[in-house]
């Protein structure tokens, strides 16, 4: 199958220069003959600005929200104006990113007005920042001869109207997809789309969460059975850590679907975490590249990976979550109870990560969000209930954790400085995670990457890329 979605996340369009190594890296698949479908991110930090132009409008402060908007009109057109050198195709593309925000404006205004940023205003605040990168991104693959189609994916990717974090609507997906994109990539053309973006039935905007411009391109990838899903970002793949927190991680050159959803549910910002769903029901290959360095082989993620000498694969951060203690005296011997602490969290939609109990309490994770009073206050009625914030939790994946004799007390001597509040192994055969405080999570990382990857096996990680780092450097 020659069919390849290919999604590049905000720092591979972030500017002149990246997009058109995006170009580049697009126009190099066409003479191999594949047929790319691209998708694109807003440009590099867009959405968070888009976000707080909305919340300056929304606490009245008009001027500043509309200050923001004018520096990215600005940032925009000059983008535009640095790669579309043909007069008319370049006037054409200023006006449009015009049209789109003198409309933004307009919501920023009313905004202003009416004091109040509802998720479906905000979802459609933010979905400027993809409408306006993939026409851009569209008309810079033309100028360098590739024969782009820009398609708004909002008439592709159809949801429930969650807005902020919808929920894709498959069927509908799979027939527009089939319908509006196959017979583009048949004629010889390159649509591009924007990611993250979508609309619900009666054609509303939605989005489908922070990062989920990898979830669009797997979503299209699921939809048009394609050969392969590229997820071209700025690291060179799924490394043994986050490189920010630990410069010497290694890239990890292939890893199963189930170890790549763990890590990314897990705080691996790289992939978001639905990215491999529609992946796996089609069995579809993943790949993580790296747009700044196009030679290097990244990630392959497939169903099943070779067998890993190492422990683990990788070592996952989650932060800014929140630690719930719930203890009972009249939990002894009861049942039932567990399920009425369940519904609570059912009734106001929060997830729970991670769950420990013992005879008289319970200790729940959850992402720290504004609903925890409520939750508190409504777990009150059955116990004693204290919460508290910022606590990160680490998660260590590797192949058959369960089945490796001693390798807790190795983790946990690795970490022996810090305080560790809740552990949770055995629920999966390839993770074993526990809770820090947020501020000991970054050491903690280091710590724990310098005890498990001294030898790491040369057939699941790149080892060259460090040989070559510490030759350099001494
Ligand atoms: P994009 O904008 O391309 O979607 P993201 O910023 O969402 O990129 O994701 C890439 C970032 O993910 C990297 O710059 C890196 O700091 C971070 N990251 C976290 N964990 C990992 C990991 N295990 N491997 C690679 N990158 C990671
Ligand atoms: N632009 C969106 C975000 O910043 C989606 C994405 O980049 O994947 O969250
Ligand atoms: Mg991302």
Redesign the pocket.
């Known amino acids: 199958m020659n069919l390849v979605v290919m999604k590049?996340?905000?720092?591979?369009v972030e500017d002149p220069a990246a997009i058109a190594r995006t170009a580049a890296i697009v126009a190099g698949r066409v003479a191999m003959g594949k047929q790319p479908v691209v998708v694109v991110?807003a440009m590099?930090r867009v959405t968070d600005q888009l976000l707080r132009a909305a919340g300056c409008a929304a606490q009245g402060d008009r001027t500043g929200s509309l200050a923001i908007s004018s520096r990215l009109r600005s940032r925009h057109r000059d983008t535009a104006c640095a790669l579309v050198k043909n007069p008319a195709e370049a006037a054409a593309l200023v006006t449009l990113i015009d049209q789109k925000f003198d409309a933004l404006d307009e919501i920023l205004r009313g905004l202003a007005a009416i004091l109040e940023l509802t998720p479906r205003i905000s979802d459609l605040i933010v979905s400027y920042g993809e409408r306006i990168s993939s026409r851009i991104v569209a008309a810079a693959f033309r100028e360098q001869g590739i024969d782009a189609v820009h398609i708004d994916a909002r008439e592709i990717i159809v949801t429930d109207s969650q807005f902020q974090k919808a929920v894709p609507l498959d069927s509908i997906i799979d027939k527009r997809a089939q319908e509006k994109l196959l017979p583009l990539v048949a004629e010889g053309k390159v649509p591009v789309m924007g990611g993250f973006i979508a609309s619900n039935e009666a054609g509303i905007t939605t989005t489908l969460g922070r990062?989920g411009?990898?979830f669009t391109g797997a979503l299209i990838g699921g939809a048009l059975n394609a050969g392969a899903i590229e997820?071209?970002?700025?690291?060179d793949?799924?490394?043994?850590?986050?490189?920010?927190v630990c410069p010497d991680?290694l890239r990890v050159k292939v890893i199963s679907f189930e170890e790549a959803a763990e890590?990314a549910y897990f705080?691996?910002?790289?992939l978001h975490p639905a990215t491999i769903l529609p992946a796996v029901k089609k069995n579809i290959p993943v790949l993580v590249l790296n747009s700044r360095n196009a030679a290097s082989e990244g990630t392959r993620i497939i169903s099943l990976a070779p067998h890993c000498k190492s422990p683990f694969k990788?070592i996952?951060v989650k932060k800014k979550l929140s630690i719930i203690d719930v203890v009972a005296s009249r939990m002894l011997m009861t049942h039932g109870y567990l399920s009425q602490i369940f519904a609570i969290f059912d009734k106001h939609r929060c997830p729970v990560d991670m769950v420990s109990t013992s005879e008289v309490s319970v200790s729940l994770t959850v992402d720290s969000n504004d609903k925890l009073p409520a939750i508190a206050a409504d777990l009150g009625k059955l116990a004693d209930v204290k919460y508290e914030g910022k606590k990160a939790l680490i998660c260590m994946v590797g192949e058959d954790i369960r089945g490796q004799n001693g390798i807790a007390a190795q983790v946990f001597n690795a970490v022996r400085h810090v305080n560790v509040r809740m552990i949770s192994q055995g629920a999966s055969e390839i993770n074993m995670s526990f809770m820090i405080e947020e501020d000991d999570a970054d050491e903690a990382i280091r710590s724990l990457h310098a005890a498990f990857f001294k030898e790491p096996d040369p057939a699941i990680f790149d080892v060259e890329a460090r040989k070559q780092l510490q030759a350099s450097s001494s």
């Open positions: 590049f996340g905000g720092t591979s991110s590099a990062g411009s990898d997820i071209w970002t700025d690291v793949g799924i490394m043994t850590a986050d490189p920010r991680a890590l705080g691996a910002k790289v990788s996952s």
